[in-house]
């Protein structure tokens, strides 16, 4: 697939932003999710949505103020990210996974591992 985010930027805390991945090559029987790697910092799945049946997961740091959605006519994935505070500054990326290595992962209980197999190139969040 190829994967392009857009929608990141500068906000000040308590702020809202909204990201969007558009993707080619889409499989509805797949994963797709949304992770962030801050300066110094490992990547860390943010919030991931299973395609086919809807299936939502979310950082314990973003539940209740992140929304991960899909538009599956248009191939795009979504996350609202409201309340947002200085700790959620990073680079954004868009991911998506092949249905094996998604059923794989939720089995195993690690939905947001960051080691799916395709990326985007990347937005900034800033918050302060």
């Known amino acids: 697939w190829q994967l392009v985010e857009s929608g990141g930027g500068s906000v000040q805390p308590g702020g809202s932003l909204r990201l969007s991945c558009a993707a080619s090559?889409?499989?509805?029987?797949?994963?797709m999710g949304w992770f962030r790697q801050a300066p110094g910092k490992a990547r860390e799945g943010v919030a991931v949505?299973?395609?086919?049946?809807?299936?939502?997961y979310y950082a314990d740091s973003v539940k209740g103020r992140f929304t991960i959605s899909e538009d599956n006519d248009k191939n795009t994935v979504f996350v609202q990210m409201n309340s947002l505070k200085p700790e959620d500054t990073a680079v954004y990326y868009c991911?998506?996974?092949?249905?094996?290595?998604?059923?794989?992962?939720?089995?195993?209980?690690?939905?947001?591992?960051?080691?799916?197999?395709?990326w985007g190139q990347g937005t900034q969040v800033t918050v302060s």
């Open positions: 090559g889409y499989d509805r029987r797949s994963c």
């Open positions: 949505i299973y395609t086919g049946d809807g299936d939502r």
């Open positions: 991911a998506a996974d092949v249905f094996a290595a998604c059923q794989s992962r939720r089995q195993m209980g690690s939905a947001l591992r960051p080691d799916f197999a395709w």
